[in-house]
């Protein structure tokens, strides 16, 4: 439907189905981009996992490149959306968590730890809502 303020190509835009498949593909880009980089370096994404205090680590690096690839690929295709965007933001959560400690930190450190916490929150609610939209959008 059509709004007085929304201009007819922008609603266009919204509406063709090609949209979701691009916004959820970018929105999730940078998962799957650290599920392939960690499958390439299990060694390295095992011990990232150490250093943040996740033990034992293989298996907090299991957990995570199967979120980071199976849940983008779910989300562009449009199934089990909620499950797919939901554990995205659980592993954003406990990755910010772990590693965005602001509380922890101090002086410059602090803020921009800080901004990244709040970045991380920000892509969860973003997940939230892809996860609504496909609620509601259902016939």
């Known amino acids: 439907m059509h709004h007085a303020f929304e201009p007819l190509w922008i609603e266009s835009i919204l509406r063709w189905p090609a949209t979701r498949v691009i916004a959820t593909a970018v929105l999730t880009s940078a998962y799957f981009l650290g599920g392939v980089t960690k499958l390439a370096n299990f060694k390295g994404a095992v011990a990232e996992q150490v250093r943040f205090g996740l033990r034992p680590g293989w298996l907090w690096a299991v957990l995570a490149i199967a979120v980071e690839l199976l849940a983008p690929i779910l989300l562009v295709s449009g199934r089990l959306v909620w499950l797919a965007a939901g554990a995205l933001g659980v592993l954003t959560a406990?990755?910010?968590?772990?590693?965005?400690?602001?509380?922890?930190?101090?002086?410059?450190?602090?803020?921009?730890?800080?901004?990244?916490?709040?970045?991380?929150?920000?892509?969860?609610?973003?997940?939230?809502?892809?996860a609504l939209l496909a609620e509601y959008a259902k016939p």
């Open 94 to 130: 406990i990755s910010a968590w772990v590693a965005d400690d602001f509380w922890n930190r101090q002086g410059p450190e602090r803020l921009a730890t800080m901004n990244t916490f709040f970045e991380h929150m920000g892509l969860i609610a973003g997940l939230a809502l892809v």
